[in-house]
């Protein structure tokens, strides 16, 4: 996606203006960044200033408010400050609260609880529905599924492949980057190559991805930055929300968002193909109901 881009009159702007702001922060140029933390430091501020009132809070230009606007979806800074104002207003919006030294136990448990419920929520604003349609589409005609994903997105990936498999999908799942290669060099024009990163910006599951397009495989990703390289890699693009605090770095809330998306993709694979489902589910339970006591 080009930061400079125009978005197309007629064309709705995606809901969840700062949600989409926090997670495309890492990729914003320098001069765009700095409109960006006087908009997440004084949002109330924005609704009632002017796009000149904002270009000399940030010290750029007003050129570059306009750009920022347009990065995130919206045809215009007017359009960016209703669509602010609703977001604002939301009974969902609540003050993030960060845990700090000193808290007590009870204080921790609750603001841990509340970051992930509101990354979950956040997640579901600017989740893409038709992209989750399309995701679960191509996946269910897929001839082998590879799914990928290193460090902490490691086991979201292997979770998916046991998920996956049940509904009767031949499935591959690798976290070691060697592998993940190699496997991507083998795909098809008829695979599926589903990769999970936080940044987006991991160097493994960039080139892997790459690799499986130059294979001629379709590619899904999982991220939480929409203007990230893999995003620039992927047919289809599905984003979490979360935010980074002090002592929850990289993103324990967006795992969480990550599986609720397989969770979904799986359900949504699982109805469009109830019976076959179901007979899949069946012998699974035929074989491993002998391994309990």
Do not use: W
């Not at 197309?8 to 320098?30: E, M, T, V, W």
């Not at 933390?37 to 501020?45: C, I, Y």
């Not at 060697?178 to 991507?184: G, K, Y």
């Amino acid at each position: 996606m080009d930061q400079d881009a125009a978005v197309p009159a007629g064309r709705k702007a995606p809901p969840g203006a700062l949600i989409r702001l926090r997670g495309l922060y890492p990729s914003l140029k320098a001069a765009v960044r700095k409109v960006a933390d006087v908009l997440l430091t004084r949002p109330e501020m924005a609704i009632y200033a002017s796009v000149n009132e904002v270009a000399a809070a940030a010290g750029v230009s007003e050129a570059t408010v306009m750009r920022l606007t347009r990065i995130l979806g919206f045809r215009g800074f007017q359009d960016f400050k209703i669509a602010l104002a609703r977001e604002l207003v939301s009974p969902l919006q609540r003050l993030h609260e960060e845990v700090a030294e000193g808290d007590d136990a009870a204080t921790v448990v609750r603001k841990v609880f509340e970051a992930n419920l509101a990354a979950l929520q956040d997640t579901l604003a600017v989740l893409n529905l038709a992209a989750m349609e399309e995701a679960a589409r191509l996946l269910l005609a897929a001839e082998r599924l590879l799914l990928i994903g290193v460090g902490t997105s490691g086991p979201v990936v292997t979770d998916a492949a046991n998920k996956f498999f049940r509904l009767g999908l031949t499935v591959l799942c690798h976290t070691d980057a060697h592998l993940m290669m190699m496997a991507a060099a083998l795909l098809t024009p008829r695979d599926v190559l589903l990769a999970v990163s936080h940044s987006g910006s991991t160097r493994d599951p960039v080139e892997t991805a790459q690799t499986a397009r130059g294979a001629g495989a379709k590619v899904i990703c999982i991220t939480n930055n929409s203007l990230s390289p893999l995003t620039k890699e992927a047919q289809v693009v599905l984003v979490t929300a979360s935010r980074e605090t002090r002592f929850r770095q990289e993103a324990m809330a967006s795992r969480l968002c990550q599986t609720s998306i397989i969770d979904s993709l799986y359900t949504l694979m699982a109805l469009a193909r109830p019976q076959q489902a179901l007979d899949s589910l069946g012998k699974i339970e035929q074989v491993i109901v002998t391994k309990q006591y």
